[in-house]
């Protein structure tokens, strides 16, 4: 295919980036998409939704990236999916487009971008999903939400060790997360293999993947939850991020 993604009317750019991901789009989740790209627009003037203002762009790097998690997980209906850290939705939203019958929850600290998540599962259509607005420290060491899924996602959030301990607590076991990374990797998960087990979790594969149109590499970090992880985990709030725990085991 030789179009240039700039040449190609969103609609098309939609089917065809989707298509290239074996997904197949119907014409209602063409106009949520569409949707989604304007109220993104629109509320991007008042709150810090995104740096990427292009509809090209959005479609390419936001929605379509969400959906490569399809390349690495199954989502079968009901589902219990929580996206960790979701910011304006991603990869939630995108994979709850595709695969409406999944039991999503987005948590995410803002209370700004909450706000536009409330707004958008009404406009899109998606009444089902709920919203969290608080810290994963928080919520992951309540009763209500501490190893209540069976999938979690985070894209873009912090480093695999950090992701590890505010993502995995959530985990039900048996269950699996998938941390969506950029191209380098090797060298994050080898210095997260230890606290991955720490806290219950094993690596299960690394997918590699180039993003539609645009030629960018991706890799999709898929961990099983094998064991419940131990009660002190996740610690207080920013303590992950300042001291990660491959940090303390040196």
Known sequence: ?????????????????????????????VEQFITYLEEIKSWNRRINLTSIESPEDIVLKHFIDSLTCLKAVSLSEGLKVLDLGTGAGFPGIPLAIYQPQIDLTLLDSMRKRAEFLKHLKCVLGLPEIKILCGRAEEYGRDRTEREQYKLILSRAVSNLSVLAELALPFLRVGGEFLAMKGKEVREEIEAARETIALLGGRLKEVTEIILPMIDQKRHLVLINKEKETPDRYPRRPGIPQKRPITVIAQ
Request: hydrophobic share 30%.
């Open 1 to 29: 295919m030789n179009h240039s993604p700039l040449t190609i009317r969103t609609d098309q750019l939609l089917r065809e980036s989707a298509g290239l991901l074996d997904c197949r789009l119907s014409d209602h989740q």
